[in-house]
């Protein structure tokens, strides 16, 4: 039997991070991957880590779109990634102005993956595009929190980050050093 509490994962944003961010996606055509992305993935799970999604999706509590549509992109997602790249996601329909320790940059969603999935926060990373991403893994514990950033974020770089990565390259090559 396989020891759950010892797995390691990669906590993943989805827009911005694994997809262009086109707005409150409801659209599976408008998926497009960014650079990198189908060819790295595989090569962390080689190393040993699960890679979990975890995303904000308020347009589904502001209505903008169904928890249906959510679906079909994460369907068309997986298609283009890989069906067995992704090993779980979660995500939080709530609006920003919702109390919610789900919604980033509460750590909740990466709690209750570790709860759910037997993950090692302390040999966990997190990645995302903006800095609620990064400090949703920091209040979780993780063993580092990675921003990418193509585009600098007026100039000031965020200092929680341990590391701020121009392309999703530069993400794979820093957790695989480690």
Same mark, same amino acid.
């Given at each position: 039997m396989v020891d759950r509490t010892k797995l390691k994962a990669i906590f993943l944003d989805r827009d911005g991070? &694994?997809?262009?961010? $086109?707005?409150?996606?409801?659209?599976?055509?408008?998926?497009? &991957?960014?650079?990198? $992305?189908?060819?790295?993935?595989?090569?962390?799970?080689e190393a040993g880590f699960i890679l979990v999604i975890i995303t904000n999706q308020s347009g589904i509590g502001r209505g903008y779109f169904r928890e249906s549509d959510f679906r079909d992109v994460q369907e068309e997602l997986g298609r283009k990634i890989g069906a067995d790249v992704i090993d779980a996601t979660y995500f939080c329909p709530d609006p920003p102005d919702t109390a919610s320790g789900r919604r980033k940059p509460q750590p909740g969603m990466l709690l209750e993956a570790a709860n759910d999935l037997g993950i090692d926060l302390k040999q966990s990373y997190m990645v995302g595009d903006k800095i609620s991403d990064v400090e949703a893994g920091i209040h979780a514990g993780v063993k580092a929190a990675i921003l990418l950033e193509p585009a600098?974020?007026?100039?000031?770089?965020?200092?929680?980050?341990?590391?701020?990565?121009?392309?999703?390259?530069?993400?794979?090559?820093?957790?695989?050093?480690?």
């Open positions: 991070t &694994l997809m262009h961010d $086109v707005g409150y996606c409801a659209d599976p055509a408008q998926v497009q &991957l960014l650079e990198g $992305v189908t060819e790295l993935l595989p090569k962390l799970k600098p974020l007026s100039g000031m770089p965020f200092l929680g980050a341990s590391l701020i990565a121009k392309n999703f390259r530069e993400v794979v090559e820093f957790i695989l050093s480690k």
